[in-house]
């Protein structure tokens, strides 16, 4: 009896997913082989756009998921969306990608592995076997092969032949081993948000076969050396390489290392996040009318809400353990001093034909937030 009635199941749901990939095809998405297909229950199939290509080996899953027209799923082999949200063009090869927000014609390559937190900017894009969680990628970044990139910020560059770029077999060690179990108050910006929205920054290189040790400043321009561990901040415009020197030294269980520079560093990347969030709510969503372009934009606000909030969970634990309390005051950015309203630009070409004085203006409107998301961070011990 159980035996049919599981014969029952599979049959009835082999039935249900054969009438939504074919409501699916209705609307105009493209399904290359709908028996290695899956589109979980809980699919929205109205969040699917005209023109999307769902390759072999293609499951979407999630109430939440979103894919804008035009973007392939699966190009290279089976992929996983889950809660994923895809603007126009956006291409994945294979892999995972949960609850990651890829803007326009961004891109991740085989066996992608992007997790909650994860925001890739216009044309940002990865290689094969990259891992990203908490990771914001403004536009045009691109990631070699063999990274695991997580919670930090990379900008610069002008466009896709000039850009910021992380060569293959990257790390950015984003654990500290100290005090009880360790912790992840360990946030790199690699550029900033105040300049890197205008997309008219230097690019920045950091050599492959290597690492960054969090929390860390990269400036524009910098270049660092394949093949080393970076444990220092570089510099605009700097080359760096940094020889590392021997060193063997008893520690204590649960030792933990001083408040300062970690704590000014945690607040300085919150801050930028912020400024970010401000970009997104008051410059780049009143540009867009209803529909997918503004979806994605909202979701991506959705993000680094959530953003913030990992990052100030993190340092108040940290100050907590040892022995101060940080709390973070209500603070809402400043609107912007400029008003727009819908355009059909797209948001690239439009930062790109920004004059001199409309964006000295909105800089130093960043600034202010910047300053002001500082300033809600108060310590007592």
Known sequence: MRRAVDRQALTNRSVRQDERLAKLAARGVEIVDPRQTYVGDEVDLERIGEGVVLFPGTRLLGSELFVSPGARIGTHGPATLNNAIFGRGCEVASGYVEGAVLLDRASVGPNAHLRPGTLLEEQASTAHSVGLKHTILLAFVTLGSLINFCDCLMAGGTSRRDHSEVGSGFIHFNFTPWGERGDKATPSLIGDVVDGVFLDQPRIFL???????????????AVTGAGQVVRKDVDCGQL????????????????????????????????????LFAWYRDVRRPRLAAGPARTVVDHALQTLQACLAERRKRVIAFAKERGCELRFEAYSPPACPLTYSVDTTDHITWVQALGTGERAQLRAWLVEVVAGARTSAVLST
């Open 240 to 275: 760096s390489l940094q020889p590392l020197r021997a060193l063997t030294r008893e520690i204590a269980p649960n030792q933990v290392d001083q408040l300062s520079p970690r704590l000014e560093r945690n607040i300085a990347y919150i801050a930028q996040l912020t400024a």
């Open 207 to 221: 050599g492959g076969s290597a690492g960054l040790v969090g929390p860390r400043r990269v400036g524009y321009g």
